[in-house]
């Protein structure tokens, strides 16, 4: 069945790269996304990438797709305080509906 | 553009108390969504509508209704609310890309307990 997988906690320095993984299950996803959420607000949309690219750079966002261990990362370079956030991982197989992981805490400490 | 507003922030109810939550969005979206968010579980699919007048149900529908009377609003409702449904609740719309790209707008939560 369809299962995105995430670690819950990741703690950085501030400064230091932050890397975020995440597996999933279904090998015809076609678009996989980072959201963040903010302390007392919804998700939005961070990034995406679709599932014939292995690499999308976005600024300090790095996204990497290995579509044969259905791996996907996120890596944030020289994070900042205010990247304090929860971070999901997702995913569309077809169609409108999206499988969300668990999210992953990323504390930055100063 | 509010985006995608939700009411109320905030409700404590008892057990066995009846709520509607409401959503409401200016994008004009096909696409809505509720959505339950617990500790460890992320996000899990309540129900959903691919447009005015269409319901179905999503991973954990049961002890919940929806209605989608009007293309901008999405409603949510507890029949008899129990301890299990507290949780945020958040709702979601989208836009039909003719593909299978989703970007989802949220709005900012229900924070709901059950007594």
């Known amino acids: 069945g369809e299962d995105v997988e995430q670690s819950l906690f990741l703690s950085v320095r501030e400064g230091d790269s932050s890397v975020i993984n995440c597996t999933y299950t279904d090998s015809s996803s076609t678009y996989l996304y980072w959201y963040k959420q903010e302390p007392g607000a919804g998700l939005q949309l961070l990034t995406y990438?679709?599932?014939?690219?292995d690499m999308k750079q976005d600024q300090r966002l790095t996204v990497l797709l290995n579509k044969k261990d259905k791996h996907l990362s996120l890596r944030i370079a020289d994070t900042q305080t205010g990247d304090s956030a929860i971070y999901f991982c997702?995913?569309?197989?077809?169609?409108?509906?999206?499988?969300f992981g668990a999210g992953t805490r990323l504390f930055v400490k100063a | 553009n509010a985006g995608v507003t939700q009411t109320p922030k905030f409700r404590v109810l008892k057990t066995g108390q009846s709520m509607t939550l409401l959503c409401a969005q200016d994008m004009n979206h096909e696409y809505m969504y509720w959505y339950r968010q617990d500790p460890g579980m992320g996000l899990r699919l309540i129900h959903y509508s691919v447009g005015e007048g269409t319901t179905a149900k999503g991973e954990v529908p049961d002890g919940y209704n929806v209605s989608r009377l009007k293309k901008q609003n999405f409603l949510l409702g507890l029949e008899s609310a129990a301890p299990s449904q507290t949780s945020v609740y958040f709702c979601?719309?989208?836009?039909?890309?003719?593909?299978?790209?989703?970007?989802?707008?949220f709005g900012p939560g229900t924070r709901l307990t059950v007594l």
């Open positions: 979601a719309s989208s836009y039909s890309h003719g593909n299978s790209y989703n970007e989802q707008f």
């Open positions: 997702a995913e569309t197989t077809g169609g409108f509906k999206t499988i």
């Open positions: 990438i679709f599932s014939n690219m």
